[in-house]
């Protein structure tokens, strides 16, 4: 291309995706370059959020879900349903169309909005001293055309972490992708991972009825959340759900035969154990998306890790080139990179305007974090053991969703609702939240916090009735030990 764009944004995921609308928005002129394809080996936008990640996760937990409710729990409704049959590549069609209906509605955003569209893979070039636009090299293909921009926004996002003890084959052995594409339950499931998406995965295929073991390795069972909620979460997940949750794992050695995987590891007593499974998924985090990036001869500065390094508002140690979403330090989470896009927009916006620059921050400190499982896991701020590691004085209160009349008629009373504020302030540092719904909950908690609100500020809120949200209300009079129903 001729042209010399305002912004050109690599990589069209939440974080990349959103940043080009709002600078095009914002009256710059964008493109976003992107490379991944469909299995039909189409141009599909949205990265790995919208193509195999969140949104087709979701669902099929949702599906999954409804053959959960129809086999365990209609029956105390007084519904009798016999001869439940599952059809698992209906679920996997469905869950294909509703990816398709979001991925094309990012192209359709993108002409709503003047951002040009490129598909191939961007290669950023070195710049000279005396230049003062970038250039990016896209190849698609055979075919190779280079986009010249004032700035770069980086959003190439990340992959799935490979074991060489594990490598996938697409056939017994997989990852996040072939897992959401089964098109039936295997018996038996082994799962290298008890994070987010370990957990969630194996969720769905528990609940359609494979037998699945979690093979986790770290000693503790989700180390980022709150330990009273992780261990609320392990007791009922593997009690109430059937999850076998194993931590403190040593994978020694994995063999992929002919219809089944072998597992030898060590447990955490250090006992060797051996498992074989159907279908062995490999969950074990995520790694960024900076290999063929042109880092390197661009003068880019990557940290240990891979992830490029960037200040406190994602600008990078090159001019006018940022970077944000999995590819930086944070949470990869999908809204934690949207929220990056625009604050790097509107920053980008404001320089070119010669504007104050103050705009534009994202507080790390009200991001929210949700595994979706039945129940729910759902957290804003500092854990109780982050505040005691800090010397932080606090005070808590919780109220459980079993004495919550909502949460009764739905017939999900697992779980509780803890709060934490300042001993001296009453500020709120933190909300942790384990049951039906927090997903949503948990919104309530993350607008008090970016308003500084204290624990008496939600519990002088009036909250209808009935709802689940009356249990954070509880939890918020329980700081101050005035909880009413319990």
Known sequence: MNKIFDVAVIGAGPGGYVAAIRCAQLGLDTVCIDDWKNEQQKPSLGGTCLNVGCIPSKALLESSENVERANHK???????????????????????????????????????????????????????????????????????????ARHVIIATGSSPRQLEVAPVDDLNILD?????????VPKQIAIIGAGVIGLELGSVWRRLGAEVTLLEAQPDFLSAADEQIAKEAFKVLTRGTGLNIQTGVKIQSVKS?????EIDYLDQESSSQKLSVDKLIVAAGRVANTTGLGADAA??????????????????????????????????????ASEEGVAVAERIAAKRNGSASSIGEVDFGTIP??????????????????????????KSGQFPFMANGRARALGETAGLVKVLADAETDQILGVHMIGPYVSEMIAEAVTA???????EDLARIVHAHPSLSEALHEAA???DKRAIHI
């Open 176 to 184: 996040n992708v072939g897992a959401l594409a089964l098109q039936a």
């Open 74 to 148: 209609f029956a105390e409704h007084g519904i009798k349903i016999e001869g439940i049959t599952v059809e698992v590549p209906v679920m996997i069609s469905r869950k294909d169309k509703i990816v398709k209906a979001f991925t094309g509605g990012i192209g359709m955003l993108f002409r709503k909005n003047k951002v040009t569209s490129v598909h191939g893979h961007g290669v950023l070039h070195k710049r000279a001293q005396n230049e003062d636009t970038w250039t990016v090299e896209v190849k698609n293909g055979q075919d190779t055309q280079t986009i010249q």
């Open 449 to 455: 916090m970016a308003f500084f609100a204290s624990s």
């Open 299 to 336: 003068g880019l500065k990557l940290d240990a890790g891979g992830q490029i390094e960037v200040d406190a508002f994602c600008q990078t140690n090159l001019p006018d080139v940022y970077a944000v979403g999995d590819v930086v330090r944070g949470p990869m989470l999908a809204h934690k």
């Open 257 to 261: 035969l002919k219809n089944m995987v």
């Open 477 to 479: 009079l329980a700081v």
């Open 369 to 394: 974090w949700v595994i979706y499982t039945s129940p729910e896991i759902a957290w804003v701020g500092k854990t109780e053991q982050a505040l005691k590691t800090e010397g932080v004085a606090y």
